[in-house]
């Protein structure tokens, strides 16, 4: 079984839940599919255990995005999420970034954005300034302006047993009215006291035990959490049929094949004049069949 599991908690005396998520294999396959500098990868373990834990949250079926853009030399970084706990992400970078680099530092002025996207209802999309040296500090700023709800995050990275690690805690007092400032602070008190050891290596059990084994505690199972990419020859042949048949044509005369490249896992689908002219046929036909 997968160490990368999402794990979901509730005080039973109090009315606070929290969640704790390991990702292991899925943030070593986001790292080895791309070439970052260390503060960049940083960066996306962090949104990859924050972007888990807010899909976690989801009442229904479908996905959210947590997006950072900015005109520093990391330009765009990115984390999707569906409600399997399915998830992927890439960045750009345009340029330096130093060994110690902060968030500022990184992604100059930005903003983030979460989007969030039902299979069956309206998108949604929040956006809140990057005003915060951390993304923690800027995700707890997110949920106090649109979900009104105390929330606070632990995001962590680092290297455990010689691979890159990452994992985070969620805690949030529930909307049930009854939730009290003091209960929530003390619990937050006690869950900052983990260290990154202990939530790379200790189970979910022994973690909340370590933290919480004076309170209540009760814990679901957990939910496997894995790197899934949807890309497909057959959506790289779409995006090449939406394309006007005469650039697609010029294209290949200039290239003899034209290559279209996946920065959430890296793979690369390559089309010759064969493949070219046999979208462009199938796509008259699903054409001429739908009049």
């Known amino acids: 079984m997968s160490n990368d599991q999402l794990h979901r908690y509730l005080f039973e005396d109090v009315s606070v839940r929290g969640e704790l998520v390991k990702l292991d294999d899925t943030y070593q396959r ?14 996306l373990g962090e949104m990859l255990a924050a972007t888990s834990l807010l899909t976690a949250t989801l009442k229904f079926n479908g996905s959210i995005t947590v997006q950072l ?10 984390i999707n999420g569906d409600h399997h706990q399915q998830l992927r992400g890439t960045a750009r970078v345009k340029g330096e970034v130093k060994d110690d680099a902060t968030l500022p530092e990184m992604m100059g002025k930005g903003q983030l954005i979460i989007t969030i996207e039902p299979v069956d209802g309206e998108r949604y999309q ?8 951390n993304l923690q500090a800027c995700l707890e700023d997110y949920f106090a302006r649109s979900e009104q709800l105390m929330t606070r995050l632990w995001l962590r990275t680092g290297e455990h047993d010689g691979k890159p690690h990452a994992a985070g ?14 209960d929530f602070e003390h619990l937050a008190q006690l869950t900052e006291t983990i260290k990154n050891e202990e939530l790379f290596s200790l189970s979910a059990k022994d973690v909340l035990y370590r933290l919480y084994h004076q309170e209540k505690v009760t814990l679901y199972p957990a939910q496997e959490v894995v790197f899934k990419c949807s890309c497909s020859r057959e959506r790289s042949a779409s995006a090449i049929a939406a394309i006007e048949r005469s650039e697609v044509d010029k294209m290949v005369a200039e290239m003899g094949t034209i290559h279209l490249h996946c920065d959430y896992c890296g793979t690369d689908y390559a089309f010759d004049s064969v493949d070219v002219a046999a979208i462009f046929e199938q796509n008259a036909d699903s054409s001429s069949q739908m009049q």
């Open 30 to 43: 986001i790292l080895e599919n791309q070439d970052f500098p260390a503060p960049v990868n940083a960066l």
């Open 69 to 78: 853009q900015g005109d520093g030399p990391v330009s765009l970084a990115v």
């Open 169 to 182: 805690m969620m805690l949030q007092i529930l909307p049930d009215g009854k939730g009290d400032n003091s």
């Open 126 to 133: 929040g956006i809140v300034g990057l005003e915060s040296d």
